[in-house]
Nanobody
Framework: QVQLVESGGGLVQPGGSLRLSCAVS????????MGWYRQAPGKQRELVAA???????TYADSVKGRFTISRDNAKNMVYLEMNSLKPEDTADYYC????????WGQGTQVTASS
């Protein structure tokens, strides 16, 4: 059974940092492209960052220079380092694995607020 489990979300002040983790099981992790998406209340789900099986990365313009995606194939883990958080980063963050079709995690909430 495929499982993607996010962790590391929480409440942080603007300018602070968080590290999100996604633990993957039940698939051949190294073959999958991995991504982080987010969805704020009343808005569409959007791509935040993605990393390919070959470690190529891409970022949304809104997070470029502040967020870093990485993966550890030996541990079946993908991470999102989030720095200089802004109130507009507040959203539910979802982990996604893609290889033909997508598997999704349950999400973890990130709130950047004073």
């Amino acid at each position: 059974q495929v499982q993607l489990v996010e962790s590391g979300g929480g409440l942080v002040q603007p300018g602070g940092s968080l590290r999100l983790s996604c633990a993957v099981s039940g698939l051949s992790f190294s073959y999958y492209a991995m991504g982080w998406y987010r969805q704020a209340p009343g808005k569409q789900r959007e791509l935040v960052a993605a990393i390919s099986s070959g470690n190529s990365t891409t970022y949304a313009d809104s997070v470029k220079g502040r967020f870093t995606i990485s993966r550890d194939n030996a541990k079946n883990m993908v991470y999102l380092e989030m720095n200089s958080l802004k109130p507009e980063d507040t959203a539910d963050y979802y982990c996604k694995a893609t290889h033909g079709f997508a598997y999704w995690g349950q999400g973890t909430q990130v709130t950047a607020s004073s």
